[in-house]
């Protein structure tokens, strides 16, 4: 589908028919439009600027930002003050937030007095804030209207309202009061006050609440609408669901780029620069290349015992992998618990006595395997030297406890993040995984120097 339509727009291109261009991009659905803007992305200019200002406005809020960028740099003066004037507050904030200060203001002076102040008051808030994504538009009306009044407002200025599905039902200097979901009116005598349709069951977002926050709240109640209120409950806008998408998948993202150990990219992976794709892994590279290091460190300190049980060097990368596998594991589950509110940083005694437990229950799992695994082999081979019991019992003990550490270090430093006011995130995988190598050997030395004691006590004390 999509590739006959490409070609059917190459041939009205090449014809230079504009009309039939125009007709065939408008009856085109917006998504179709925004697929035939990344197949042919020198074409997006062309396209926003030939299609109807309702629909260009349409299309040019569904792109991602660098997208939108480079197609803006490159429209007439004409449609740029078209399409800045009829975007949505919430997508004309989202896009300006993200250009340059000098940029912003020029974009700015096209709006009229009245556009131009609410941009600026939008702009004002924090960049994760839930005042970017409000709009203004709504449809509010006093308690003391009945549902004709009510029905009269609505088809008055319901065209102007972001969406009509939720009324927002305002007190004296513009409290709010309540919201009530359009079919309930429509399903009652005309007559009925709207002060016997409130049902006190009111939740609101505040403007100063994180995105994050906003999410969640919708994701638990099943909204498509949430008034946003200042401190004093004063109805400054509305959030809608479509926004709270785009910002979910972001944040989605961004989690996972950070979990992979590197920083979020504020950009399509095909899109960004090379050279600032690198100084967006290099950072990370470089503090867990350092800390790796320290497992070198850590080998030189028990460098005699290595020299008299040479055996012992054969399961490093065993012991290694384990630890960093069991805390990649637990931090992933609590970032994702985290970020999907099943666990806040009050929880976090009983998160580590869970994964006391089931740490020590895939310790013991591994542990006996790898036991198993020595013993089976010491039967055939004589690889393991003199003492492959003991080796054995070094390794099963081993695991036990660096699956263990593995498991707490994993799930706790989130929520030591998150208790710092941190992204939960930035203790990513890699991280943890470091952090449990590094320490992971020092208890696999140290248990074999417990275990094999009366191997290596006589040799090294000659």
Known sequence: MMEEMVEQIELLIEQKDEQQLRDYLNNLNISDVEELIDELPEYGPLFIETLNINRAVNVFRILDFPTQERIFKQLPGTKITEIITELPPDDRTAFLGELHGDTVKALILHLSAADRKETLSLLGYKEDSVGRLMTPDYIAVKKTWDVNRVLAHIRQYGKNSETIDVIYVLGDKGVLLDDIRIREILLVDPDTKISQLMDGRLIALKATDPQEEAINIFRMNNRTALPVTDDEDILLGIVTVDDILWIANEEYTEDIQKIGGTEALDEPYLDI???????????????LFLSEMLTSTAMQYFNDEIAVVIQLTFFIPLIMSSG???????????????????????????????????????????????????????????????????????????????????????????????????????????????????????????????????????????
């Open 273 to 287: 620069n090379l050279f600032r794709l690198v100084r967006k892994r290099v950072g990370w590279l470089i503090i």
């Open 324 to 462: 960093g596998n069991s805390g990649s594991q637990a931090s992933t589950l609590i970032i994702q618990a985290m970020a999907l509110g099943e666990v806040t940083i009050a929880d976090w005694w009983r998160v580590m006595r869970r994964e006391i437990l089931s740490g020590l229950m895939l310790g013991a799992i591994l542990g006996i395997i790898g036991f198993l695994r020595i013993i089976l082999w010491s039967t055939f081979s004589t690889i393991y030297g003199a003492h492959p019991f003991l080796i054995a019992l070094t390794v099963g003990i081993s695991l036990i406890g660096i699956v263990l550490w593995g498991s707490l270090a994993g799930s706790m430093l989130p929520i030591l993040m998150k208790r710092l006011k941190l992204d939960p995130a930035t203790s990513s995988a890699p991280f943890v995984a470091t952090l449990v190598d590094v320490t992971g050997l020092i208890i696999y030395f140290s248990m074999a120097l417990v275990v094999m004691h009366s191997v290596l006590h006589p040799v090294l004390k000659h």
